[in-house]
Structures are given as C-alpha cells and as structure tokens.
C-alpha cells in the first residue's frame, strides 16, 4: 500500500492518522473492557491519568476539590477515545463529553458498554478536522495515549489546540523516548511481560518531554506541566510521579482572548 493511501493529512500536509495503527486497534477492540486483557496496562494506568485531569481541571477553573463532579457545566473532548475507558469516568466527573476515535469498531464498543449507564456520552466515529470543520471548541480536551502513534505528532498537538476553547485547557499522555522507555515498555511490557500485544509501539515515535513543550509552544499553549506515571510492582499499582523517564503526562492552557 503506497504512503498516500495510508496516512491521511491535514491541509498543510502533515500526517495525523496512520491507517495501520486504527486497524492495529481495531482488530482488538472487543477486549476494550476485560481488565485482564490486551488493554490490562490502560486500565491499570486509568486512576492516575484521571486524577491528573480531574486536577488540571479543578486547577483551571477553581472548582471545588471535593466534589464528585468537578466537570460539572465544562465540554470535554475525549480524542482516541477507544473503548471509552476515560470518556465514561469523566463523565461520571459531571462532563459533558465528546468522545471520538478513527475506528468504527472503537466507536460501536464504546457505545455499547455506556448506552445502558445513561452517561450521554457523545460517541462519535470521526477526527479532529471533522471537529474543526463543524467548529467545535471544547473547555478540556484529553488525547490520552495518541500521540505515539501518528505520524506527524507536532500537526496533531496544533490541531488538539484549536478545538480547545480560549481559556480551556488541553491534556496529553505519552512515553518518553529513551533507552529506559525502549527497555520497560517494549521490551518489557510487549516481550518479556506480555502486557501488551507485539508491535503496539514504535520506540521512534516516543516523544520526549522537551519535544511535546515545543509541539505546544508551537501550538500556542501555555503553562506547560508535566508529571509522570510510575508502576510499583510489589503493589501492582501505578502512581503519579515526578518521574517522566518513561511514561508521563502533560497539561496545558490555552490563553484566553
């Protein structure tokens, strides 16, 4: 299959959507929501990457710490949604979410598991550009372990930032590119482990924090923040970190006016 056919690009011809990497998923999709299967390691990691967001948000627009709806009134967009395994949480949060995601057969999974919890999530097979087409803005916008898998990752953080609303904010999870990364989660987590399906990752896609703050600098996105997530393995949890040598979190605001 010639390059052509399998990315589609942007406007200005950068690539954000590798169609080997949509069909990768969804060849798997059904698995989305058993906690021991090729999706164990997202579900694992599901607690600290929504404290990270609820924290952002509350950050941003003052809300109360306490409450169990801390998204309450806010739009949230929910890019490569997947099986909807943040989508359902935040809006449980009080969120008013969006969810959109390439694959068709994501979408239909997603569907299926929240349509009888009343969540009202907005599921949608679509892209980013079908957002921006249509003019859709959003107060968060979460792209959650995606970026690692497009082609040209600075275009997609540009278009995650225009469907940000001016004084919203935008949140990113990634891995780091390192030999630390290359050895825990291929090596390890893919190879030796099993945690997640062979090929899942392409270490030259990782992307480096001082990579990701430039992609946003670029994007016009301010008050960069990072913070990583770590694994202990005598508890099998994951936790917040300052570690960001292999998987970590960004989060950002989009100026207002």
């Known amino acids: 299959m010639a390059a052509t056919e399998k990315m589609q690009t942007t406007a200005d011809g950068g690539a954000t959507l590798d169609a080997e990497e949509v069909e990768r998923f969804s060849r798997i999709a059904a698995e989305w929501w058993d906690p021991n299967g090729k999706f164990r390691p997202l579900h694992q990691i599901g607690p600290p990457r929504l404290q ?88 968060i916008v979460a792209c959650l372990e995606v970026v690692e898998h497009v082609p040209d990752p600075a275009a997609f953080v540009n278009l995650c930032a225009q469907v940000t609303k001016p004084g919203g904010i935008a949140l990113f999870s990634t891995i ?47 008050d960069v923040r990072f913070e990583g997530i770590v694994y202990n393995p005598f508890k099998d949890v994951w936790t917040l970190s300052s570690d960001t040598d292999v998987n970590y979190l960004m989060s950002t605001v989009k100026p207002a006016g």
Not at 180 to 187: E, N, P, R, T
Not at 195 to 210: A, E, K, S
Request: hydrophobic share 45%.
């Open 52 to 139: 990270f967001i609820r924290d952002a948000a509350i950050r941003r627009f003052g809300r109360d710490a306490k409450s169990l709806k801390p998204l309450a009134g806010l739009s949230v967009l929910d890019i490569g949604c997947g099986g909807g395994l943040v989508s359902e949480p935040l809006a449980r949060m009080g969120g008013t979410v969006t969810a959109i995601d390439p694959s068709e057969k994501n979408i239909a999974i997603a569907k299926a598991h929240a349509e009888p919890q009343n969540l009202g999530i907005a599921y949608r097979p679509a892209r980013v550009e079908d957002l921006i087409a249509e003019g859709g803005r959003f107060d």
């Open 176 to 222: 780091n590119r390192n030999f630390k990364s290359w050895a825990l989660a291929i090596v390890g987590a893919e190879y030796v482990l099993g945690w997640l399906p062979r090929g899942t990752h392409q270490w030259d896609r990782f992307i480096t924090p001082d990579e990701l703050k430039a992609y946003a600098d670029a994007a016009g996105l301010g």
